[in-house]
């Protein structure tokens, strides 16, 4: 259309910009890159090389004789962050189903005492988390990374599931009540099926936020080494006299790529779902 | 007419039938509720608690006030608090002026923009964690990228430890920050600016009205709104944003880089000083609480200001 059209300068202009903007988002991954594919020795060289001759994808293979547990670190990643999104959405779709149609006594209240949960951090609590870890006898487990992870994030679920629901029209219930379906029939037959891209919208996020925050509750919470996460288990290529620097890069990169893909493409759903969900009626 | 009447009047006996709506809407809520109160809302009332007492390794006894006597003492607690405003404010202004500036560009119709979209999710999405590895490399002073750069071009003189001095130390926490929170501030906004009606800015680009002045009159005040709610949440997260500046310099170089939530840690988890390290967690808390009503009543005001409801 017309008015999207620009001219030949300030398209220039968006692109400079665009450049520059990519840049800082991507500059991290490229030095990590650089670093990953560059010898121990040419790291530890000055002046500072951009580029240089002897580059190879050795530390890619050597990393999994350095830290033989890496693969197990990867993979406890992405299943620690699936089990927090799982145990998430069981406690937010009820709650946020409550929030959005039902009406009962404290209910902004209570609503306000999730919302003041983001204002707490694991930082804040550990100790006190700590005992109850320990007095649920979860420390060294999975469960001492999915639990305090999953409880930090019901609050926001909640609040972001609520909005897609209320959009859901309520005579499509009413017709199912007044065909006799019972409450929790009606909100797994009708109203779960209808918010379905809202689910996938708070459980992306969901998983995006247990998958980048789980580093401060496996150090503390969890000694077994089987059971660490990759951000925590990367401190094994920091040795006593030194640190393999571009292993520990090509161990980062590697164990981060599957769920990136996965996300670039979520990307699309996202957009569309937060679009969705920002549309007041 | 009598028909929907009907049909609402059946809906309701059709309810009725089954629990009542409280009891069910209690019955949903309660899951959520307990488990928050057992993982946050119990070590909250601890922590509180553990700030009457001189907690250590080796046991507690109750002291009163005695621990937030010794934190209010001297000037030391009163300058982390600045610092951590200061950090709070610079950072999420930067996030929100960086993601408004990211989300026009993404959202400006050119080709590639599909890719574009695509390429800003990585930092949102690694491990905070793993960020910092990145972003530590690139400070390095004998080998990084930047203090390597900036001698190659010279623009400096000798190598540059960015981490070792207390301003470049907190700027550089300060740009990875950033970087980590931009992308899902740039995509909350794209999504808003989607959500703004077409018809607003062909009506505007009829009446003669150039770019500039309908991103300033049509853009920003209909995505004012979700501006003024992300500014909240995410001025809380950078408040007790951690992992950062731990993994940086754990609040080093000499202080220059410790916020509250750092000093809070420092002082329970570094040096074993539970009692201590809890009143700071409560500052923390009252803090913040105080900081997030006083802006509600201000979202409050813009919201009815933009005719929101």
């Given at each position: 259309m017309l008015i999207d059209r620009y001219t030949l300068w300030q398209k220039i202009g968006i692109y400079v910009s665009i450049a520059l903007f990519m840049t800082y988002i991507l500059l991290p991954f490229a030095e990590m890159f650089r670093t990953s594919l560059s010898p121990m020795s040419r790291l530890f060289s000055t002046p500072y090389q951009l580029w240089g001759d002897n580059f190879s994808f050795k530390a890619y293979s050597d990393m999994w004789v350095k830290v033989p547990l890496l693969g197990r670190y990867i993979w406890n990643s992405i299943y620690i962050a699936s089990m927090v999104t799982l145990i998430t959405m069981i406690f937010v779709i009820p709650a946020a189903y409550a929030y959005a149609r039902l009406e009962f006594p404290f209910k902004t209240a209570s609503l306000g005492i999730f919302l003041s949960i983001n204002m707490f951090t694991g930082a804040v609590l550990l100790i006190p988390l700590y005992r109850v870890m320990h007095t649920l006898g979860?420390?060294?487990?999975?469960w001492a990374m999915i639990v305090p992870g999953a409880a930090f994030l019901i609050p926001t679920g909640i609040w972001l599931l609520r909005g897609y629901l209320e959009k859901i029209p309520r005579e499509l219930e009413e017709a199912a009540f007044v065909d006799g379906a019972g409450r929790l029939y009606t909100l797994r037959r009708v109203v779960l099926p209808l918010a379905m891209p809202g689910l996938i919208v708070v459980a992306t996020s969901v998983y995006i936020g247990a998958y980048a925050q789980q580093y401060l509750f496996a150090i503390t919470f969890n000694q077994v080494a089987e059971l660490q996460p990759l951000p925590a288990g990367l401190n094994q290529f920091i040795g006593y006299q030194s640190v393999e620097w571009n292993q520990m890069m090509a161990a980062a990169l590697t164990g981060v790529t599957p769920v990136m893909i996965v996300f670039l493409f979520l990307q699309k759903y996202l957009v569309a779902g937060l679009t969705a969900g920002a549309v007041k009626e | 007419m009598t028909d929907i009447l009907a049909t609402q009047s059946l809906a309701k006996k059709a309810r009725r039938k089954g629990l009542s709506e409280r009891a069910f809407a209690w019955a949903l809520i309660t899951p959520a509720l307990v488990f928050i109160a057992v993982i946050v809302a119990w070590p909250l009332l601890e922590t509180i608690r553990l700030s009457f007492t001189d907690a250590d390794l080796g046991g507690e006894n109750w002291v009163g006030l005695a621990n937030y006597e010794k934190m209010l003492a001297g000037t030391k607690f009163f300058e982390i608090v600045g610092r951590t405003f200061f950090w709070m404010v610079l950072s999420v202004g930067l996030k929100l002026v960086v993601g408004l500036i990211g989300a026009t560009l993404l959202n400006a119709a050119v080709p590639g923009r599909a890719l574009f979209r695509m390429l800003i999710m990585p930092p949102w999405v690694i491990p905070i964690a793993i960020g910092c590895i990145g972003w530590l490399w690139l400070y390095n002073g004998q080998f990084g990228f930047l203090s390597g750069m900036s001698q190659r071009l010279g623009l400096i003189d000798g190598p540059f430890e960015v981490l070792a001095y207390k301003r470049s130390a907190f700027y550089a926490a300060i740009v990875t920050d950033v970087w980590v929170g931009t992308p899902m501030v740039s995509l909350f906004f794209l999504a808003a600016m989607q959500g703004v009606s077409r018809d607003l800015y062909e009506a505007a680009w009829v009446d003669g009205a150039g770019r500039w002045y309908r991103f300033r009159r049509i853009t920003i005040p209909q995505i004012m709104p979700v501006i003024v709610s992300m500014a909240l949440l995410s001025a809380i997260w950078t408040f007790n944003s951690f992992e950062i500046i731990w993994i940086f310099t754990q609040g080093g170089p000499r202080g220059g880089t410790t916020t509250m939530i750092i000093d809070a840690y420092k002082t329970a988890?570094?040096?074993?000083h539970f009692g201590e390290g809890s009143a700071r967690a409560v500052a923390i808390v009252v803090i913040l609480g105080a900081f997030s009503l006083m802006y509600l009543q201000v979202l409050d005001r813009v919201n009815k200001h933009y005719g929101v409801k």
């Open positions: 979860l420390l060294n487990t999975y | 988890i570094g040096n074993f």
